[in-house]
């Protein structure tokens, strides 16, 4: 079996899809192999997908930059809501807004601050446009009112490593990938993205503390091929659900920093247009367009 991820390899997203894959080739017995398609906001990943046979035997790894993709890019060959049907929810991570430790603020009152009286001199990393990281530090941009300076990479590895060098000071990175940093001092933590702490860096605010009404969050799930037989669909997600269940599992997830996102096809789909809606008010808000 063949999971699409529409990142590079060694993302969040990457991480994601390698974790699941791992656990449901074990309960299928079969090899799931991780295909990384990366490139024009997860379309191609999504493209790929949309054209493979709908047997359940090609899957894409779905996120946040799917939803936000829908209302972003404009001609597409596809319609994402139409032509990929969600199998399953798996996993959901807070971001959390980070800087190089070279920036002189120590809470999210003070970089706040420091942000507003130098504004443009702060540089936040983007995971690509489109991307979570990005639209997270959007978000914050327009609630905080302050002006970051946006660097666009081809994916979060790569800009966590620039981020990690002091080349560009700021990003809104998805937890998973940036703990060990933070909790080793490599990098700073100032707020999560998500409305209430997380479990995994308790001391660290919600955004939302501050600024009352800011949430966000990557997410994660699995997808197929329109007209995937509904039998199929539902064997999968019986088997997603399965996992997500076993305490080992759920371990994982939360030593990652993420909490794991159970529920039926159905409850994915619905969940997945309600992100679609509330990233669409950013990107237009924020005026974002494909690079």
Not at 234 to 256: G, H, M, S, T
Request: net charge negative; proline share 8%.
């Amino acid at each position: 079996m063949h999971l699409i991820v529409g990142f590079p390899p060694g993302g969040p997203t990457d991480l994601a899809a390698r974790l699941i894959g791992q656990w449901l080739s074990e309960r299928l017995g079969q090899p799931f192999v991780i295909e990384n398609r990366p490139g024009a906001g997860t379309n191609i990943a999504i493209e790929a997908v949309v054209r493979a046979p709908p047997d359940g035997y090609t899957l894409l790894l779905v996120g946040t930059s799917a939803a936000i993709g829908a209302s972003l890019y404009e001609n597409l060959n596809f319609n994402f809501i139409r032509d990929i049907a969600p199998v399953g929810s798996t996993m959901r991570e807070p971001n959390v807004l980070e800087v190089h430790p070279s920036v002189p603020a120590a809470t999210l009152p003070e970089f706040i601050a420091y942000a507003k009286a130098n504004p443009g001199k702060l540089t936040m990393a983007s995971g690509g446009t489109g991307s979570s990281p990005h639209l997270c530090g959007e978000l914050f941009k327009m609630m905080a009112g302050v002006n970051l300076l946006t660097v666009p990479y081809r994916g979060s590895a790569p800009a966590l490593i620039d981020v990690l060098s002091g080349q560009v000071q700021v990003y809104f990175d998805v937890i998973t990938t940036s703990i060990e940093y933070i909790r080793t001092g490599r990098l700073r933590a100032l707020g999560m993205t998500t409305a209430t702490r997380s479990q995994a860096l308790p001391d660290v605010p919600a955004i939302a503390e501050l600024l009352p009404g800011y949430e966000a969050s990557t997410w994660h799930g699995i997808g197929a091929p329109r007209n995937t037989p509904l039998e199929i669909i539902e064997e999968l997600n019986k088997e997603i659900n399965d996992v997500l269940a076993d305490p080992k599992f759920r371990a994982r997830v939360l030593d990652l920093g993420g909490t794991v996102l159970a529920g039926s096809p159905i409850e994915f789909a619905n969940f997945i247009a309600e992100e679609t809606d509330k990233w669409a008010k950013v990107v237009k808000f924020a005026g974002i367009k494909p690079t």
